[in-house]
């Protein structure tokens, strides 16, 4: 399956992964490529949705030490009316439906032990919330902001 992508904007992309203030200028310098080119392939990917320029917040340097992913399980009737309630918390940074055992996965950064406890409390107290799972993330390994899809996605690149 083409998806219009070649290596060129693979390579773009993990430069902009490594730095997204990147110019467009040091990007070229670095691939051997017309600062152009990069701006205009740049822009196409943008403007396709294939990236989003973003901000990446790091958690840590806003005391936030702790993550916890949590596995949510919910009446099923009352779905939707949870998972609103679960984005609207501020210390949700991630919530997905998912399937198997559990409704709902989120995580949430919180800056102690005794605020996970808390939390799990408020949680608790959501009407149609039936269970929770808690897990304690000590260590991201890969942040989901850091893949990018194999090189077998993306054509050969030709230079023109």
């Known amino acids: 399956m083409t998806r219009g992508f070649d290596s060129l904007d693979r390579r773009i992309i993990r ?9 467009s200028a040091e990007i070229a310098r670095q691939l051997g490529v017309s600062e152009r080119t990069v701006r205009n392939r740049v822009n196409r990917m943008v403007a396709r949705g294939a990236i989003l320029p973003t901000v990446v917040v790091n958690h840590r ?7 916890v992913d949590i596995f949510c399980e919910v009446d099923i009737t009352r779905m939707d009316e ?6 609207r918390l501020p210390e949700v940074n ?3 439906y998912s399937t ?3 409704d709902l996965s989120i995580q949430a950064l919180l800056e102690s032990s005794d605020d996970v406890y808390k939390f799990v409390q408020k949680l608790a107290s959501i009407p149609g919330v039936r269970r929770t799972r ?10 989901t902001f850091e893949w990018i899809p194999p090189e077998t996605d993306f054509e050969e690149y030709e230079a023109r």
């Open 15 to 23: 430069l902009l992964q490594g730095n997204g203030r990147a110019t």
């Open 61 to 67: 340097h806003f005391g936030y030490q702790m993550a």
């Open 82 to 87: 949870v998972g609103e309630a679960l984005a």
């Open 94 to 96: 991630y919530i997905a």
């Open 100 to 102: 198997g055992d559990q």
């Open 134 to 143: 808690t897990v304690l993330v000590p260590r991201i390994l890969k942040h």
